[in-house]
């Protein structure tokens, strides 16, 4: 069966990966997370291979780790990208 | 256990190759290397703009890079050339620093031999009698574990930290239980994925070296005054679905697997005897990368590519591997394996480790890759750490 959305560590992670082409604003798709079925709507049009919210977030969790941090919340079923999380990571404006 | 059948080295190192290298100790030796290279049979040529003008300390990694390539086990002998003479980068350190395997090396100073054309005729002539001797060794049974395994991604989308680099660690993982060493490089890319490999490091002094490393490398990057945001993750990442260097670097990190770290070594630096995972100090940048694993003696390289990459090392067979069914139909040209049915669901994780595991052994043994059929020779590159001087 094609997966519509991946989660890698079920436990913790807050992100799933959309892999289906179409996954648009209001669709309801199903996410398979620790030990259950989850069924979420979706908040926004999602590119494949971007990443969905599955629980809200204030730090990004992929691969059981952190992989940065939530500029605004993030509520379950928006898109999490460049646009509300970011790098702690390489930057020239931490002191 | 595995084995395969390789050519056995004077100094016990096993080679899937039997190369003869033509190596340019100098940018303006290139002329004349490509022309024997291009001569002789089995002959493979090694060109770079570095070995002058350079700080002290960048003439000793492009020396020792150098060396590297005539030690590796997938080199049988070696003709050195060079035009004048160089200071701290000469033919005569390097053939002497070869030759401590065992193997057959010559030099040729263009200028000591009257010009190019006298360079190339002695050059080549000296070629074709080391390739007369390789060309005697025929492949002999053995174990994995005198196996080194490279492993590098590039162009990496979605797919690669969620199937093809997951699968990799897989396959890696099985190796190391057999005997063999691994070794995972591209240090800029592992920020944010310190923890999950220091979780995995055989002491408390590779887990300082793991963080240190890895630091030392940011605050490089740091020092040139870049913010490395919109650079890394790269455009093409980014509208993947990639969004920070973190999230890059797990995915990455996954392709060396959950065995344990042995050590952090330099750059082109040989690891040590014990199987595990050495993690080796290289930039991002691919040729760079894969060419200080080269140098450490892998015999062979896995390259995992979610876009498709056209990068192959001259002397170290690179079989590359994607989990992204539409790179694979672009790129079929040079990428080996296609592991989409991942994702797609019709193959197994396990499945697709095996398929690397065992298209591995069979390059290990003679199989070519896609790439070396099509003298793809993108791969090498040397470090650098100052300005030309």
Same mark, same amino acid.
């Given at each position: 069966m094609t997966k519509i959305a991946w989660v890698i560590d079920e436990e913790k992670d807050n992100v799933a990966t959309i892999l289906s082409h179409g996954v648009k604003k209001g669709a309801a798709i199903q996410v398979e997370t620790y030990r259950k079925i989850k069924e979420i709507t979706v908040q926004a049009d999602i590119p494949y291979g971007h990443k969905i919210a599955i629980k809200p977030i204030r730090k990004g969790v992929k691969y059981g780790l952190s992989i940065g941090r939530a500029t605004q919340d993030i509520e379950i079923g928006q898109h999490v990208h460049v646009h509300n999380i970011e790098s702690m990571r390489g930057r020239g404006d931490f002191g | 256990m595995g084995s395969f059948m390789g050519?056995? #080295?004077?100094d016990g190192t096993v080679g899937a190759r039997n190369y003869l290298l033509i190596l340019s100790a100098t940018i303006y030796a290139n002329s004349v290397v490509?022309?024997?290279?291009?001569?002789?049979?089995?002959? =493979?040529? =090694?060109?770079?703009?570095?070995?002058?003008?350079?700080?002290?300390?960048?003439l000793k990694m492009t020396f020792d890079i150098l060396c590297g390539m005539g030690k590796n086990p997938n080199v049988g002998g070696v003709v050195v050339i060079v035009h004048f003479r160089e200071e701290l980068c000469n033919i005569h350190d390097i053939a002497h620093e070869i030759s401590k395997t065992?193997?057959?090396?010559?030099?040729?100073?263009?200028?000591a031999v009257g010009g190019a054309i006298n360079a190339v005729a002695e050059a080549t002539r000296k070629g074709m009698h080391i390739m007369r001797k390789l060309s005697t060794l025929? #492949?002999?049974?053995a174990e994995v574990s005198n196996f080194i395994l490279g492993l590098n991604c590039g162009t990496s989308d979605t797919t690669s930290g969620l199937s093809s680099n997951v699968a990799l660690g897989i396959c890696s993982d099985r190796f190391i239980r057999e005997g063999s060493r691994?070794?995972?490089?591209?240090?800029?890319?592992?920020?944010?994925?310190?923890?999950?490999?220091?979780s995995r490091a055989v002491s408390p002094e590779v887990v300082q070296k793991i963080y240190k490393a890895i630091q030392s490398y940011e605050e490089r990057i740091l020092a040139t005054g870049e913010d490395i945001r919109g650079s890394q993750p790269t455009g093409d990442n980014i509208a993947g679905g990639i969004s920070t260097i973190e999230e890059k670097s797990l995915g990455g990190a996954k392709k060396s697997g959950s065995a344990p770290i042995q050590d952090v070594i330099g750059y082109g630096e040989r690891p040590g005897r014990v199987p595990g995972v050495y993690l080796m100090y290289t930039p991002g940048h691919g040729s760079e990368s894969i060419t200080g694993i080269a140098a450490a003696g892998a015999q062979v390289l896995v390259f995992s590519t979610g876009g498709g990459h056209t990068i192959s090392h001259p002397i170290m067979p690179t079989i590359k591997i994607t989990g992204n069914n539409t790179s694979y139909q672009l790129m079929q040209d040079t990428v080996d394996l296609d592991l989409s049915g991942i994702l797609s669901g019709t193959m197994g994780i396990q499945e697709a480790a095996d398929l690397i595991y065992n298209e591995v052994l069979e390059v290990l043994s003679g199989?070519?890759?896609?790439?070396?059929?099509?003298?793809?020779?993108?791969?090498?590159? =040397?470090?650098? =750490?100052?300005?030309?001087?």
């Open positions: - | 050519y056995v #080295r004077p490509e022309r024997v290279a291009n001569s002789l049979y089995g002959a =493979i040529p =090694i060109t770079h703009p570095l070995g002058r003008s350079q700080t002290k300390s960048d065992g193997k057959p090396v010559e030099t040729v100073n263009i200028r025929t #492949r002999e049974k691994s070794i995972l490089a591209e240090l800029p890319e592992l920020m944010g994925a310190e923890e999950w490999l220091a199989k070519m890759t896609k790439s070396e059929i099509l003298k793809e020779m993108t791969g090498f590159a =040397i470090h650098r =750490i100052g300005i030309s001087l």
